[in-house]
């Protein structure tokens, strides 16, 4: 089966084109999706420059505007999308989708796959399909501004994988696994959701950083956008999300062990890691606070954490406020427009159902 | 007796340098102490060059580390240490102060005088004292590295001045208007304790500059770590603590009110008076997290804040998730840690004897 597989990327962003070239890389046949044909302007005239990581040059299959044609005949559907689109491209699929396809979220952030199925079950009661995701993109990538060079700054060791229901993960393991030789399994869908470690590294060091970002100065986000105060800030933040896991029976990595087993960096902190993390190095910083770091992995990423944490009966201090000032900021209401329990389908179950849930697929 | 008047400036910081170079070019007899002798190092030798606004030089009549050579037989105490030693200087003082001398803390920030009051009533019970506070610096001043000139940036017009008992106010200003023309008289302790206008201006854009502020990196407080997210953030923050005021039967100037009546800045909105203060524009953001533009301001002014509101029975959200994340940041409790209304010594009153005690200085 492997080597005639279609995979449908949607999305041609920094991390879907780095999935579709690393997926034509390996031999398969892909379709590429994005609703902006600018996004084509380069890459429909030449072949895709693979570069650092991966060195090569690669030709899509198809690059298409059109979301029916890029899922038509697809094995793998796999959405790299920005995550604030999931619930409406989770709508627009579910019109086309067929019983064979599997729809994998690369990544999904928190409750991603909980939304498709939400979505999914709402608006084809009848499709039996497996949803995934991965707990982070595989790719530590950036696309040139020209559109002709992405750069595989790193490819993640370990990166975590779940589909929903839990039973299904490992026979869809067995078909990635050749493909992505760094992938894991997960419990359930609840262990990549809470592994969203860029809800931890992005939205507080660009709140901290605002004042060069709205001055204009670039920075490199890891390396000097992290500093000794914002890194021993983040493992307390950090430390909030591992204990959320251990009430849904968890047991998630922190933050620094995640750095040390997927780029293999040294340090005895924070700081430390992310200073020796190569793949970090070359990654700036925001340009404006209307950015995916602090936008997107705020509302999709620390609102669900406090949201779950509210089911759970805790609270998540350093979350909440950072959550709040960050609302301030952006002058949203951030708890009521980002991912809730009801978003993800599981407003009405205890804990215990929602557990139960991630692993059956149903209640 | 105002020729012949002196005073003792307790603290030779860059507020308490201006200060006391200020009074001798006004032609008193000026008594200058620090707990450091180094701060006298340059002056002792020299005159202090007085510069910007004022321009002249000026020899201190007395430089001490010795409190009470200093306040022995002055007129006046004025208070311009950093304000987290308000309660140990009050104590000193408490020993060594007669009935005729008048403290006037500059500033005091959110409950200073409250807590001079509170710590001479608890050692020298039979102490008749009155004791006011400005609420701001009446200078934007630096004093040059070398400790040779004090730049007067700024002379800030109709800065607040009170004192407890409320009634005294008057005779005290009385005094001071022909030194001080720019001052003005406020209700009571309260409002000048709550036109903190430092706590606006000064936590927040350090935490949102910590990147560049730990990385090294220079840049002006005001125009340039104050961007137009976080002037719109600062607004809502100053709209917080308007509100807090009317429950103490205070109509407080808004920020953006007080740097146009104070510097004569123009501007449709707090950046842009921000932009337009020329006080402002050399004023350098912190080199370092310990810096009392996020240490003391939070401290004695967001924290106080946050319990006065408590008091009232009203949230500030954004004051308090503000306030908490930059505890977070500092590794400390600052909630408790700060100044809160036992230090004041008005845990046990409602607002409405709060009211009364500012006015009538007792129950």
């Known amino acids: 089966m492997e080597d005639s597989m279609v995979f449908a990327v949607i999305g041609a962003g920094n991390t879907g084109q780095a999935m579709a070239g690393y997926l034509k ?63 409406e491209i989770a709508k627009r699929l579910s019109e086309i989708l ?47 501004i020209s559109g002709t060079t992405v750069h595989y700054y790193g490819i993640k060791a370990g990166v975590h994988f779940a ?20 992938i894991e399994t997960a419990q359930n869908v609840l262990y990549t959701s809470l592994s969203n470690y860029g809800s931890i590294l992005h939205p507080a060091p660009t709140l901290f950083n605002i004042g060069r970002i709205e001055n204009g100065l670039s920075y490199a ?54 200073q020796n993390t190569k793949a970090y190095h070359k990654i700036l910083g925001p340009n404006t606070l ?6 997107e992995d705020t509302l999709n990423g620390l609102v669900p954490f406090v949201h779950l944490a509210r089911k759970c009966g805790i609270g998540l201090p350093i979350t909440e406020s950072l959550t709040n000032l960050i609302g301030h900021l952006l002058g949203i209401d951030v708890i009521s427009l980002g991912r809730d329990l009801n978003d993800m389908g599981i407003a009405n179950m205890d804990v215990q159902q929602i557990i139960d849930y991630v692993s059956n697929g149903d209640l």
Do not use: C
Request: no cysteine; charged share 25%; aromatic share 12%.
């Open 25 to 87: 890389f390996k031999g398969f046949t892909v379709k590429l999706y994005d609703r902006s044909e600018w996004r084509f302007k380069y890459l429909k005239k030449n072949p895709m420059k693979l570069s650092d990581e991966i060195e090569s040059s690669q030709k899509i299959d198809l690059m298409t505007t059109d979301l029916e044609k890029a899922v038509e005949g697809a094995n793998f559907v796999i959405v790299s999308t920005t995550t604030t689109a999931h619930a």
């Open 290 to 295: 209307q950015h995916r770091y602090i936008v």
């Open 163 to 182: 589909a929903i229901p839990a039973g299904n993960t490992r026979k869809i393991f067995q078909i990635l696994k050749g493909i992505f030789p760094q």
């Open 98 to 144: 067929t019983n064979d396809q599997i729809v994998l979220l690369h990544p999904g952030r928190t409750g991603g796959t909980l939304i498709f199925k939400k979505v999914f079950k709402e608006n084809r009661p009848d499709l039996k399909i497996t949803i995934g995701e991965f707990e982070s993109s595989i790719f530590t990538t950036r696309t040139s």
């Open 221 to 274: 986000h890891y390396v000097e956008g992290i500093t000794p105060s914002i890194a021993n800030f983040l493992e307390k933040l950090d430390s909030e999300r591992v204990t959320l896991g251990k009430y849904f029976k968890l047991r998630l990595k922190p933050l620094t062990v995640w750095l040390s087993d997927t780029y293999g960096s040294n340090g005895d902190n924070l700081y430390e890691l992310l």
